[in-house]
């Protein structure tokens, strides 16, 4: 399972509640890989693999963090044979003026 651990700068409660999930995610015995920003320590004893992502600010987190989403993303459909620049019912439109 991914979890996207908000920075614990920008907010510490929703941080300190998602690393709380991260407890009982484990607990029920599930693997968890983690994107943290670089730094945050609070995420190791629970993540059986932790991505970094640099720090930046509030508003550019999230672009930051689907990098990794995305990659994993595509390198999972390669492996499972898919063409990932083939998707099926894609609907295709030319405009011109």
């Known amino acids: 399972m991914f979890v996207l651990v908000p920075s614990p700068r920008h907010s510490a409660l929703i941080h300190s509640k998602v690393v709380s999930n991260i ?3 484990r607990a029920r015995g599930a ?3 983690v ?3 670089e730094g945050d320590v609070a995420v190791l ?3 059986d693999e932790v991505i970094r992502i640099p720090l930046a600010g509030a508003m550019f987190e ?4 689907v990098v990794p989403l995305q990659i ?8 499972k044979g898919l063409d ?3 998707p099926r019912n894609l609907a295709k439109s030319v ?3």
């Open 95 to 97: 405009t011109v003026e």
């Open 72 to 79: 994993f993303a595509m390198a999972l459909a390669t492996a």
């Open 31 to 33: 693997r968890v890989i």
């Open 23 to 25: 407890q009982e995610i």
């Open 45 to 47: 004893p629970f993540a």
């Open 62 to 65: 999230p672009l930051l963090a």
């Open 35 to 37: 994107i943290a920003e």
């Open 84 to 86: 990932v620049d083939q």
